[in-house]
């Protein structure tokens, strides 16, 4: 027998924007009422961090512009329960409230939120995809080096390819070493996908003494020695996408630490890739198709530039900068919650068996774990549950002071 699914509201009467903020609603009191007031305080951390929210996820391009005329002015739903305040009061209260705070939140969410997971890829292991893009800034911002005449801040970001979602990041200057980043966010147990740029001898080294994993892009001349040959296998479907493919261990003969290394080169019409890693047990195929989904990250950078606007900064020094990124990115954690959430809400009834339950039921799925199959899966519900296109977020952006109803959940399920 097949149970109707409920809307999961502890409050009947939420709004959209309220169920958004749901799984941090509680822990943003807490933290709230941990701190310690000023006696002039005009502005709670409570009500800072949901204004903050809120801009990223229907405003997002001027903040004062926002604070000044439809804040305070009174122009958005009372629904929303926006307090108003000064923007030289907001400007203080990113001094006033650390960035710790809203670190805590990001965790909180990683912690605590069930997203779905691709459970082929939980039969793997951790998957992170590691990069850094560029982000322009004014020249006043010194602290962001880049080169003698310009300014520009490089975010280094950690994509968790089992989840999508992004689980670490640092803000640093443009010309700040994408290795060192790397070696900050280390974690033991986690299988690193990079470009080229970060391959080194040292960093596979410090890799490896972690018992963290890597696969590598790795430039095509460097001198090594074949220690034996593996057999490859490849699915019928796709071998006439690739060709000389070749898998081997390997030893580089510059390399001062004398690993063994596992080296998949191939070619993919003309242009030839070379893929390191330490992951033995892996087949040819899974490490090939696992360097081809860091592409992810490419996504999330240009998603988090134009449609979350985050190359237009609110504050200019690093550590508001910091808290900037910190709530884009929670925004955008929360925003995918919601989107998984309506999906299942919207797919009640007939639907429920086959689509799961709620987001935590992944676990429960059946796992393909044939070549073909494993990375089919991963495209298969894509758009139902993590894409996040401008139609979604235009309905989310009408919906935010509405009840978070039926309605609400087929307008949302349906952009």
């Known amino acids: 027998m097949t149970h109707k699914k409920e809307i999961p509201s502890t409050n009947p009467g939420a709004t959209v924007f309220e169920y958004l903020l749901k799984p941090i609603d509680d822990f943003l009191k807490k933290q709230d009422a941990d701190l310690k007031r000023h006696h002039n305080q005009k502005l709670s951390y409570y009500a800072f961090i949901r204004l903050l929210i809120y801009f990223f996820v229907a405003e997002g391009k001027s903040f004062k ?6 804040l305070n002015k009174g122009l958005l739903p009372a629904e929303l329960n926006l307090t108003k305040v000064p923007y030289t009061t907001i400007n203080e209260a990113f001094e006033h409230f ?39 800034v004014i020249n006043s911002m010194r602290w962001a080096e880049y080169t003698s005449k310009h300014q520009s801040l490089k975010l280094h970001l950690c994509f968790e390819l089992n989840r999508m979602i992004a689980v670490e990041f640092l803000v640093s200057a ?31 080294h410090q890799l490896i003494e972690e018992k963290a994993y890597f696969i590598f892009r790795v430039k095509a001349g460097l001198r090594y020695g074949v220690t034996e040959t593996l057999q490859v296998g490849l699915p019928e479907k796709v071998q006439a996408i690739f060709s000389d493919v070749r898998d081997e261990l390997i030893r580089y003969k510059n390399d001062k630490f004398k690993h063994t290394y596992r080296l998949v080169s191939f070619k993919v019409g003309s242009e030839a890739f070379f893929i390191l890693t330490n992951r033995l047990e892996l087949t040819t ?73 709620n987001s935590s039921s992944t676990n429960h799925q059946k796992t393909d774990t044939s070549e073909h199959n494993f990375f089919d899966s991963i495209g298969e519900n894509l758009n139902k549950y993590w894409k996040i296109g401008i139609h979604w977020l235009t309905a989310l952006r009408s919906l935010f002071a509405e009840p978070f109803d039926r ?7 349906n952009n």
């Open 65 to 70: 512009l926002f604070i000044e005329t439809k």
């Open 98 to 136: 650390g960035i710790r705070l809203f670190r805590e939140v990001f965790q909180h969410i990683l912690k605590t939120v069930p997203f779905r997971q691709l459970p082929e890829l939980a039969t793997l292991g951790t998957f992170y995809c590691i990069d850094g893009s560029l982000f322009p």
């Open 174 to 204: 443009a010309n700040y070493s994408e290795r060192q980043a790397l070696f900050r966010m280390l974690k033991s147990g986690v299988t690193y996908i990079a470009d080229r740029g970060y391959m080194s001898f040292q960093v596979c």
């Open 285 to 357: 195929f899974q490490v090939i198709m696992l360097y081809a989904y860091r592409w992810k990250v490419e996504l999330l950078f240009r998603f988090l530039k134009r449609t979350m606007n985050g190359i237009h900064l609110i504050k200019h020094e690093q550590h508001g900068v910091t808290i900037q990124f910190y709530v884009i990115l929670i925004v955008a954690l929360l925003q995918l919650y919601l989107k998984q959430s309506t999906a299942d809400l919207a797919h009640d009834g007939n639907n429920a068996s086959s689509t799961g339950k």
């Open 407 to 413: 309605r609400a959940i087929e307008i949302l399920n």
